[in-house]
């Protein structure tokens, strides 16, 4: 593996780094984030601004108007767009749009692709991922999945409830994981305004950075044709790991750039506060805390490259995916945790972005499969390797 970067990518970096400073940032704050994420109408401002500068759904395809980039690539401007938890929103990156869009281009008819993905990676439209339900559905275990489609004629007529739906409020368009009357798992596409789906509530999070942010949502009845089946029948947990490894890896991305934001706030505040006759920074306590935040944030960086990387080899990145995921939720949210220590009263408080950074993150170690389930499925290939 070439650590190196190219100058294209180079240049491409410093764009969005100096775009992410000079426009994205002054607009943290807004009245217009809300609990629930950012409003639809702040959205298409963000979305506007990184239409100017070139940089709107970066990922995507060059055939529908992104940059083709690769995982490598993607590693590179995700971690810059991540520097303001607006970034990912205004660049059409954040969760659940930009894994959604990953499957799309993988998976969709050109008929499906023309109807919903085209728009969306213009910025026009958002989407959700239904998935997750109440116990005793589908949690870490997909298994356990309650949500069901049967066949109705031509059509498919789907019942059950899911919650923890990032991004549902506000979407044009849901991914719905169903099981048919043989058992299987199978993706479906549906306009959010179908009859049969309906929100029923917003929930509270500590995260409030994710536009629409998490809704439970009851899916009475809803009527799918066939032609909107992503992909095949029964292949629905197939087509969720083509979504989920790459997904899992751009959480890293997104978040590590707001790790690095909240040390470069502290590494400046311990450079220039004064405590018992020195800088704040100089006292062996704080300096020991800046070296590891330094030795997470390479860490973090390092297993992102490499699985990246694998990932543009074509390797599937199953366990190396969990392995970074792991690593990168638990090593970023020591980074911030020490920030916050550093920042005394100011961490704790809206004076700084570390106080949001913070409650923003928490949720990391758990989207995308908590920390234990990764652990525990890591184990379990280990424990099956021939010896």
Request: charged share 25%; with cysteine; proline share 4%.
């Amino acid at each position: 593996m070439d650590f190196a970067l190219s100058p294209e990518l180079i240049a491409l970096r410093d764009r969005t780094r100096q775009f992410i400073v000079e426009k994205i940032i002054p607009l943290e704050g807004d009245p217009r984030e809300t609990p629930h994420g950012p409003t639809d109408v702040f959205r298409q401002e963000l979305i506007g601004l990184a239409k100017t500068a070139g940089l709107l759904t970066p990922h995507a395809s060059k055939r529908y108007g992104g940059l083709g980039l690769s995982h490598v690539e993607k590693a590179v401007v995700f971690e810059e767009a991540g520097y303001s938890r607006l970034g990912p929103t205004a660049m059409n990156i954040h969760a659940p749009d930009e894994g959604n869009i990953h499957l799309m281009e993988q998976v969709a008819t050109p008929e499906q692709q023309l109807r919903w993905l085209v728009p969306q990676i213009e910025g026009k439209l958002r989407s959700c991922f239904a998935m997750t339900e109440p116990a005793p559905g589908a949690g870490s275990d997909p298994s356990m999945m309650l949500t069901t489609a049967v066949r109705d004629g031509a059509d498919y007529l789907i019942n059950g409830l899911k919650w923890f739906i990032t991004g549902a409020d506000g979407a044009d368009y849901v991914i719905i994981m169903a099981r048919t009357e043989d058992g299987q798992a199978t993706m479906f596409l549906s306009d959010m305004d179908a009859p049969g789906i309906a929100i029923e509530r917003n929930m509270d999070s500590l995260d409030q950075c994710f536009v629409g942010g998490h809704s439970v949502l009851r899916l009475t009845n809803v009527r799918v044709p066939q032609d909107c089946i992503l992909g095949e029948l029964g292949k629905g947990f197939r087509y969720a790991q083509v979504r989920l490894a790459p997904a899992r890896l751009t959480h890293c991305m997104r978040w590590l750039g707001q790790a690095r934001r909240a040390h470069d706030i502290a590494l400046a505040y311990a450079q220039k506060r004064q405590a018992f006759g020195q800088r704040l920074g100089d006292h062996e306590g704080i300096g020991f805390m800046l070296a590891d935040n330094d030795m997470d944030l390479q860490t973090s960086r390092l297993h992102i490259f490499q699985t990246a990387w694998l990932l543009d080899q074509g390797e599937r990145c199953n366990y190396e995916s969990s392995r970074a995921k792991v690593i990168c939720s638990e090593a970023e949210w020591r980074v911030v945790d020490r920030c916050v220590q550093i920042m005394g009263g100011q961490g704790v408080t809206g004076e700084t972005a570390i106080m949001r950074i913070f409650t923003d993150m928490r949720g990391f170690r758990i989207y995308d499969g908590p920390s234990e389930v990764h652990r525990w499925s890591m184990a379990r290939k280990l424990l099956d390797q021939k010896v």
